[in-house]
C-alpha cells in the first residue's frame, strides 16, 4: 500500500494541512464523506478499495480555500475569461494552481477570507443546442459543503492533472489571495464574456419560473449592512452607483427569510432582484408585459440577468 502513487499523494496533502477524502470514479464519493477519518494510518487503507481510483479535499472550513471553477465547455469562452482574470488580478493568476481533467474546463485554486459560501454566474449554452451541459463558473469557500476532486481517475480515459504545480506542492498558506470583494465582479467578468461569446443563457422548462414581475416601490429591504430602504431609493442609489452590487435580506417576497441571497442592480429596465437560491429574476411590477409578448420579453430580459 505505501508503494500506491494515491496514497503517497493523500499523505502529503494532509500533512501540508490538507483535508483529503477518497474517491470512486466520476468523482462519487463514498457515503461516509463528510466525516471520512483521515489521519496517515486511515489514509492508508483507502488503498485496499479497489474502486477507491481518485482524490478530494473538503472545503468546509478549511483553511480558507477559495475555488474559482471555470465549468466551460468551450475553448475561446474559457480562454478569454482567464485573460481577463489575469488582467484583472494578475497576482492571483500567476500563482494559484490550476486542476484540469483533461478537458476544457479548468479550477483555479488559492485563498479567501471571505464570509460567502458557494456562488455561481449564470447558466449559459450555445444557442439551439439544449442538449449540452451547461457552462458557468462557481465559486467553493471555506463554507462550501463541497469537495473538491484533486488527484486520480476523473473518468474512464480522464485522470486530474495540473498545469504547473500540483497542489501537494503547494501548502495552503502559501496558496495566492483572491480579494473578498471581488468574489461577484469574477462572476460577472464571466457572465459579460459568455454572453458576448455569443452564447445564451438557459431558459426555464416552465414559462415565468426564472423571471417575475412582482416589484412595487414602497416595498421595504434590508441591505447587507443593516440600512433599510424602499424599493425606489435603492434604484436611486444603484442609479447613481451602477457597478454596486447589494447583498439583501430578508426578501420583500420572502420576509422571512435569513439568509442574505439576493443581488441588486440596475439593468435596462430599472431595478433588477436576483434571488440566487430560487434563481428567479424580479422586476418592476409596471413592466410586466402583455401576455402574447411575455414569452419575447422573458427571453430579452434574462440576456440581461444581474
Known amino acids: 500500500m505505501g508503494d500506491n502513487p494515491l496514497t503517497a499523494v493523500r499523505l502529503q496533502l494532509k500533512a501540508l494541512g490538507y483535508d483529503p477524502i477518497p474517491l470512486k ?23 485496499r478499495y479497489a474502486d477507491c481510483v481518485a482524490t478530494g479535499i473538503r472545503l468546509y472550513q478549511s483553511a480558507c480555500l ?4 471555470l465549468d466551460i465547455r468551450i475553448v475561446a469562452a474559457r480562454d478569454t475569461i482567464l485573460q481577463a482574470y489575469e488582467q484583472r488580478w494578475p497576482q492571483f493568476m500567476a500563482n494559484c494552481v490550476r486542476r484540469h481533467s483533461q478537458g476544457v474546463s479548468l479550477a483555479l485554486i488559492g485563498r479567501c477570507d471571505t464570509n460567502k459560501g458557494t456562488l ?3 447558466r ?17 469557500t471555506q463554507h462550501s459543503k463541497r469537495y473538491l476532486a484533486v488527484d486520480g481517475a476523473h473518468s474512464p480515459g480522464r485522470i486530474y492533472a495540473y498545469r504547473g504545480r500540483a497542489l501537494w506542492e503547494v501548502p495552503p ?14 462572476l460577472e467578468v464571466a457572465d459579460d464574456i459568455m454572453q458576448d461569446t455569443g452564447l445564451v443563457q438557459k431558459q426555464s422548462a416552465i414559462l415565468g419560473k426564472y423571471l417575475i414581475y412582482d416589484l412595487t416601490p414602497d416595498m421595504q429591504i434590508t441591505l447587507e449592512d443593516g440600512e433599510q430602504l424602499t424599493l425606489a431609493e435603492l434604484e436611486h442609489n444603484l442609479k447613481a452607483s451602477p457597478s454596486k452590487r447589494t447583498v439583501t435580506f430578508p426578501t420583500p417576497w420572502d420576509p422571512h427569510s435569513k439568509t442574505a441571497r439576493v443581488l441588486a442592480t440596475i439593468g435596462r429596465d430599472g431595478l433588477c432582484l436576483w434571488d440566487t437560491k430560487t434563481e428567479t429574476l424580479h422586476r418592476w411590477a409596471w413592466r410586466k408585459p402583455p401576455e402574447s409578448f411575455a414569452f419575447i420579453a422573458q427571453l430579452a430580459a434574462l440576456k440581461v440577468t444581474p
Open 173 to 186: 498558506k502559501e496558496l495566492p489571495e483572491f480579494p473578498a470583494g471581488d468574489i461577484n465582479t469574477a
Open 66 to 69: 477559495f475555488v474559482l471553477d
Open 25 to 47: 470514479i466520476d468523482k462519487r464519493p463514498y457515503a461516509s464523506w463528510p466525516k471520512e477519518p483521515n489521519d496517515p494510518a486511515s489514509i492508508k487503507q483507502w488503498a
Open 124 to 140: 449559459w449554452r450555445r444557442k439551439d443546442h439544449e442538449e449540452e451541459k451547461d457552462n458557468l463558473v462557481e465559486v467553493f
Open 120 to 122: 455561481r454566474s449564470r
